[in-house]
């Protein structure tokens, strides 16, 4: 099979961005005539709806609990045909798991061999996400830390300091998200109400909006 962009947004804990920033960077790539294919981490059923509704395409649940290492194997690769480019959307934090790191997003990370970008809250954060980092990007040397995306960013000094950060840690920084209110998912679409598509529909495509303009597409489909 053809070599296709692959890659796992994870991030440091759960409410950091990582839904929204997915569903952008999906409906982003779909703008430029991509074909994407996604995938959730864990059982989740609401979060592949709002994927569906970014790419057009199932996303696919792969979960560590419920299924053999082969099985997951098989389906990513199974639904990845005729894909130009896999995003797979973590679970909680990255090493978050049902039992210490089992069933987690970097387990599958690494069962897949995808590289992780991760999501950090950069809200009331500068140069404290240098340990933070630092701490992911070596804990397990066989996860591959691709680059970093800050979600919830202040100003443009703010943007600079994140950027420092990133270079004196080693890590690429492939964007960031400003603070905007209008990008949280009300509380309302994490439970069982996933009716209101309209609504969604305009998040989708102002999450995508954003991504466009402030994080680094062509790096990412570089990793």
């Known amino acids: 099979m053809k070599h296709i962009p692959s890659?796992?947004?994870g991030a440091a804990s759960s409410n950091s961005g990582k839904t929204t920033i997915t569903m952008g960077l999906q409906r982003a790539l779909v703008r430029r005539g991509l074909q994407v294919q996604p995938f959730k981490c864990g059982p989740d059923y609401i979060d592949p709806i709002f994927h569906q509704m970014a790419?057009?395409?199932?996303s696919v649940n792969l979960d560590t609990f419920l299924s053999s290492a082969d099985h997951?194997?098989?389906?990513?690769?199974q639904y990845a045909k005729g894909?130009?480019?896999?995003?797979?959307e973590g679970v909680m934090g990255l090493f978050d798991g049902y039992s210490a790191s089992k069933g987690s997003s970097a387990e599958i990370a690494m069962l897949l061999d995808v590289p992780v970008v991760l999501?950090?809250?950069?809200?009331?954060?500068?140069?404290?996400?240098?340990?933070?980092?630092y701490g992911y990007l070596h804990f397990q040397p066989r996860l591959r830390i691709a680059g970093v995306i800050f979600n919830m960013v202040g100003s443009s000094?703010?943007?600079?300091?994140?950027?420092?950060?990133?270079q004196d840690v080693g890590v690429d920084c492939l964007g960031f998200l400003p603070r905007n209110p209008r990008l949280s998912i009300p509380s309302r679409h994490l439970g069982l109400t996933v009716s209101e598509q309209q609504g969604m529909e305009q998040l989708i495509c102002?999450?995508?909006?954003?991504?466009?303009q402030h994080v680094e597409l062509d790096k990412i489909l570089a990793l």
């Open 7 to 9: 890659l796992l947004i």
């Open 55 to 58: 790419t057009g395409r199932e």
């Open 72 to 77: 997951i194997r098989q389906l990513f690769h």
């Open 83 to 88: 894909a130009d480019v896999c995003i797979i």
């Open 119 to 133: 999501v950090v809250n950069a809200r009331s954060m500068a140069y404290s996400a240098a340990p933070l980092l």
């Open 157 to 166: 000094q703010h943007v600079e300091s994140l950027k420092l950060t990133c």
């Open 206 to 212: 102002l999450a995508a909006d954003e991504v466009e």
